[in-house]
């Protein structure tokens, strides 16, 4: 990955436009690295092997993550509004990107069978998790009603003093400038989801887990192609 463009392109083409051509090259590589696991798999390969091929695959998320938290510094809505997603993946968004306990509920029959201390460690981080999205979600939704409230004051009608209204706005600015907080925490739950799961799991079981996550995100990249390709009647 070329990371280092996002310096280097800095004053030619902003940070967004960088990310979505740097995703475009992570879903390239994204799919290398999943065909070499595919294949992995497929023949059985020892476990020292196959580990080498998940680490990859763990690395390109956190590298991905890396990518997000570099725009996120400059414009936080572009991560927000999951315009660089597909139309059908942006029905399912997250603050920025998938539920992890959502994806942990999806992979649970991907990853039988499993042992008891598996199956307790499995259902602790999906709890955990889903405890984290809650409090994340209720901090969010606390600062768009305070960010509401302020930008609807009384002190911004047309009638107040133009120090008020400028003091107000900066006021909102500063709330706003929280949000990148909650999305960068948000971003980092996923990757921690995905990295405790590989703990609980074996190698094979974590390398069918991203198989499986991979199809769903295909599947879902392919259910927006074939949105936007059907005939449409007036």
Not at 131 to 157: P, V
């Amino acid at each position: 990955m070329r990371v280092n463009r996002f310096p280097n392109a800095y004053n030619l083409i902003s940070d967004a436009a960088v990310f979505d051509m740097e995703y475009t090259r992570w879903l390239e590589e994204h799919h290398r690295l999943l065909c070499e696991l595919r294949a992995a798999v497929e023949e059985q390969q020892p476990e020292n092997k196959l580990q080498m091929f998940v680490d990859s695959c763990l690395a390109h998320y956190d590298q991905m993550a890396y990518l997000k938290s570099i725009v996120m510094k400059s414009d936080v809505f572009h991560i927000i509004s999951g315009v660089w997603m597909t139309p059908a993946e942006r029905c399912f968004m997250w603050m920025g990107g998938f539920r992890p306990s959502e994806l942990i509920k999806m992979l649970s029959s991907h990853i039988e069978p499993l042992t008891e201390q598996q199956i307790l460690g499995v259902c602790g981080l999906q709890q955990s998790t889903r405890e984290t999205e809650e409090a994340l979600s209720q901090g969010l939704e606390a600062l768009n009603l305070s960010l509401s409230d302020t930008i609807t004051s009384d002190s911004l009608s047309c009638l107040s003093t133009m120090d008020n209204y400028m003091g107000q706005m900066a006021v909102a600015v500063n709330k706003l400038a929280t949000l990148e907080g909650f999305i960068r925490q948000a971003d980092n739950l996923r990757q921690q989801t995905l990295h405790r799961l590989y703990q609980i799991l074996t190698t094979r079981q974590m390398a069918r887990c991203l198989l499986a996550i991979a199809e769903y995100f295909h599947r879902l990249r392919a259910l927006s192609s074939l949105w936007l390709a059907r005939p449409r009647h007036e």
